[in-house]
DNA sequence: GCATTATTTTAATCTATATTAGAATTTTTT
DNA sequence: AAAAAATTCTAATATAGATTAAAATAATGC
């Protein structure tokens, strides 16, 4: 607590600015969004973020990171023993669509890997690619029990990230619409592994 | 024929330069793909394009009434009578993905709207909303004769649609991948459907 | 083969924006 | 309240990339 306490100044304002760098990117891509357009949003200087940031590559690439994490956490709390495969789908899809249209932000910015410098890319791509192959490894656990349908795991998660991952296209911020996507989502990207 | 030879020159390599941009756009976004690029990919030099395009938001904007064009077209093909809505939407999910993976290209880059001035974005936007409307008319029609269950259609429509248009993302030109999608998610979209 | 038209290139301009250095201000510590 | 540290700003630089004009090349019709 008593060193949190020393983080904390500096740590909030850098999470307010990947939150801001993600709400800008979201809407108008990486290069689209200009220095002076994320820090607008937190009513400071376009140079102030160099104080948090090494370089404009920086901020993407740290918002990549912090997706990857929400990611990881709402996985983290679907599983739990005693669950089928289907319903930790359930679970991890409402978690991480919960995250992503409420209150910690729009934290998925997951179209702008181009613009990664390699290192980075690297990073992001691994974590990406283990993000989805633990969803792949649920689903498959889910027909080994019998919760979900054989099908093909791939394609299958390609499908349902898509259409999560596509969420900050059309989304942007009106709390009721949030409401309904949190309780609808889940159910529509889970309807079709029934058996 | 006759006239159209004359047209074919010029309006081929506009199509060559459309698909150019189309790619690009897709893989590093709009602000991230210079003319430079673009034209690379033609072999030519960035400044060849002002011939075809009056500026580099003209580009965009033409992508996306060709992507239009080509959505309505899988829709026009896939309405036949006597079929029932989920016929329908089966259908125009296949027409759609085989376009959209297939030689004609990558079509669709429904990802830069903002990018658009505002003349162009609104009549993109409307273009985008009658195609949404047409296919949740699509589900309405298959709740009602009963080859779709019940379900909230504007949502229903919002994940299909996500799924698909983020297939640009991670499909990369691979033919044997563009098979697996055609074949795969026109079945893995409307399982969930079903009655 | 010549004249006209269509297409592409070279070279120059203009602007937006990332980045940096140092000054100014605000916050924290004592 | 003064000193030190943390945070933000002002002002200047540098560069990439869009755009334009005019020249050069290629294609086409006669």
Known sequence: MAQKADETRFELQKD???????????????????????????????????????????????????????????????????????????????????????????????????????VHRNEVLELSRRHSARFEGILETGIEDGSIAPCDVRMTGNAIMGSINWIPKWYHGDPAMAKLIATQFPVILTRGLRP
């Open 16 to 118: 307010r600015m990947l939150r801001a760098a993600a709400k800008c990117f979201n809407e108008k891509g990486y290069s689209g969004s200009s220095l002076k357009d994320v820090a607008a949003v937190l009513g400071l200087t376009d140079a102030a973020l160099y104080y948090y940031v090494r370089n404009k590559e920086e901020l993407v690439y740290l918002c990549y990171v912090r997706a990857a994490a929400v990611g990881q956490e709402a996985m983290a709390r679907a599983v739990r023993d005693g669950l089928n495969g289907m319903d930790i789908v359930r679970r991890y899809l409402r978690y991480h669509i919960e995250i992503m249209v409420g209150d910690r932000g729009p934290v998925a910015i997951m179209s702008e890997i181009p613009s990664l410098k390699p």
